[in-house]
C-alpha cells in the first residue's frame, strides 16, 4: 500500500523559507518510473501544482514559482522536500505530495496518491 | 499556461440523478486529462486519467471522455458520498494545470 504524509511548519513569518518533508512508504523513489511532486491548495480554492522529482532525479516547477521553489530527496531514501524562498501571506495554503501516476515503464502526470496534506500560514 | 476551465462552478442534484461536468481546456491537451473528487478537508482522490480510464477501486457510475479540448465527467446514479467538488487537471504541457473546481450539492 502506498502512503505519503507530509510534515513541517504550521505557521512561518513573511520573507521566511519553508521546508517541508515527504515522507512515504510502499514504494521506493530509486526504482525506475517513481516520481513525486508538490500540489498546494489556498483555502477555498483550486488545486496548484508546484513541483515534481523524479527517481533519477530530473526536476520539473511551476515556470511562475521556479526561482522560489527547490525539490529534493531527502536524507532518508523516503523521503521527499520542498523548500519555499520568500514565503508571502499569498504562499498561506495546504501543501499537499503525490506520486505521479506509472503510465507504462514512465511516470506521468496525474496524481495518486495523495497525502493527507499539511496547512501552512504565512503571517507576521 | 494552459488554462482549464470548468462548468458549471456548482449544481444541486439529487440521489439517482445523473450529472455531467464539463472541463475546456485552452489549447489541444490530446486526451492526457485527469479528474479528481475532493471531500471537505480531504486530499483529492484520483478518478480518471487519459481522459476515459477508471482509476482501480472507482465505482463504474463515474466515466470521462473527450479529447482535445473538451471533457466531460459523468456521474450516474449519484449517491450520498459522491457529494463532493470535483477538479480536471491536464497533463499535456507543463506547467499542469488544474480547472477551478466543480461543487456537487445535494439538492
Known amino acids: 500500500q502506498v502512503t505519503l504524509r507530509e510534515s513541517g511548519p504550521a505557521l512561518v513569518k513573511p520573507t521566511q523559507t519553508l521546508t517541508l518533508t515527504c515522507t512515504f512508504s510502499g514504494f521506493s523513489l530509486s526504482t525506475s518510473a517513481m516520481c513525486v511532486n508538490w500540489i498546494r491548495q489556498p483555502p477555498g480554492k483550486a488545486l496548484e501544482w508546484l513541483a515534481r522529482i523524479d527517481w533519477d532525479d530530473d526536476k520539473f516547477y511551476k515556470t511562475s514559482l521556479k526561482t522560489r521553489l527547490t525539490i529534493s530527496k531527502g536524507t532518508s531514501r523516503n523521503q521527499v522536500v520542498l523548500t519555499v524562498t520568500n514565503m508571502d501571506p499569498g504562499d498561506t495554503a495546504t501543501y499537499y505530495c503525490?506520486?505521479?501516476?506509472?503510465?507504462?515503464?514512465?511516470?506521468?502526470?496525474?496524481?495518486?496518491?495523495w497525502g493527507q496534506g499539511i496547512l501552512v500560514t504565512v503571517s507576521s | 499556461d494552459i488554462q482549464m476551465t470548468q462548468s458549471p462552478s456548482s449544481l444541486s442534484a439529487s440521489v439517482g440523478d445523473s450529472v455531467t461536468i464539463t472541463c475546456r481546456a485552452s489549447q489541444g491537451i490530446n486526451n492526457w486529462l485527469a479528474w479528481y473528487q475532493q471531500k471537505p478537508e480531504k486530499a483529492p482522490k484520483s478518478l480518471i486519467y487519459a481522459a476515459s480510464s477508471l482509476q482501480s477501486g472507482v465505482p463504474s457510475r463515474f466515466s470521462g471522455s473527450g479529447s482535445g479540448t473538451d471533457f466531460t465527467l459523468t456521474i450516474r446514479n449519484l449517491q450520498p458520498e459522491d457529494f463532493a467538488t470535483y477538479y480536471c487537471q491536464q497533463y499535456n504541457n507543463y506547467p499542469l494545470t488544474f480547472g477551478g473546481g466543480t461543487k456537487v450539492e445535494i439538492k
Open positions: 503525490a506520486r505521479s501516476g506509472v503510465w507504462g515503464t514512465s511516470c506521468t502526470n496525474w496524481f495518486d496518491p
